[in-house]
């Protein structure tokens, strides 16, 4: 299975597993996205995302490794600050049997309200299972 997983915070294999319903992992090629996210208004309006773009990588590496560790061919990259650009940019390198998008709470209307999982699957014909983090 290639699993191509988003979330704004660092997960492990078994929120992934959670989210795939106790799905294995152990075969699985997953490529981790962590969205470059300014919490900071200031940063968003000038620009300046080399902060977020290095906390989203690091982010990034952690997932892999903590998904590598049980087993999975797992790699992570910081992607875009919107959910459907960052996906559609990792879709470009790595085709994915399935897509998982995790949601902070304090995301989750957000992403309701601009149907990421929903436009996901219709833009890029994979399914997509959100979960909560």
């Known amino acids: 299975m290639n699993l191509l997983v988003m979330a704004p915070e660092p997960v492990d294999a078994a929120a992934v597993r959670e ?10 090629k997953i490529l981790y996205v962590s969205p470059a996210l300014n919490e900071s208004r200031v940063a968003f309006w000038m620009s300046d995302s080399d902060e977020a773009i290095a906390e989203a990588q690091e ?9 590598s560790a049980e087993g999975a061919q ?3 990259v910081a992607g875009e600050s919107e959910p459907l650009l960052a996906l559609q940019d990792a879709l470009t390198t790595f085709q994915a049997d399935r897509i998982v998008v995790f949601v902070r709470d304090d995301d989750a209307q957000r ?8 436009e996901a699957e219709r833009r890029f014909g994979v399914p997509v ?3 909560k983090l």
Do not use: N
């Not at 982010?59 to 998904?67: F, G, I, K, T």
């Not at 992403?111 to 929903?118: H, I, L, T």
């Open 19 to 28: 989210a795939l319903g106790g799905e294995d992992l152990g075969d699985a």
């Open 59 to 67: 982010r990034a590496d952690r997932s892999a490794a903590a998904l």
């Open 74 to 76: 797992a790699s992570g």
């Open 111 to 118: 992403y309701r309200e601009d149907d990421v999982a929903g």
């Open 129 to 131: 299972v959100e979960a």
